[in-house]
């Protein structure tokens, strides 16, 4: 069996939900899973979970990260692409490259 190539997340990449996707407010904790794996989210994360609409990509979400707490976003790119790409290793998001407009 082959193995399967790592996930490659990056400022062009827009998250989508699956369909088997479970998001759970717990205590004021955001939970979201799929199938095997959960994951409790911190504040800023749930926030980044919040942006998850199919369309927008890392650097759209980034951006609107930098704008509300006044950050450089740069920064937020890599906080939002290591987020994505954990997700998407354990199947609690699809990700998949938008397709730039020439």
Known sequence: ?????????????????????????????????????FFELTESAAYIWRQIDGNRTVTDIARLIAEEYDIDQETVIEDVVELFTELAEHDVIKISEKESSL
């Open 1 to 37: 069996m082959a193995a399967e190539p790592p996930v490659r997340v990056g400022p062009a990449t827009v998250a989508a939900l699956p369909l088997n996707v479970k998001i759970r407010n717990h205590r004021g904790k955001t939970i979201v899973g799929g199938y095997q794996h």
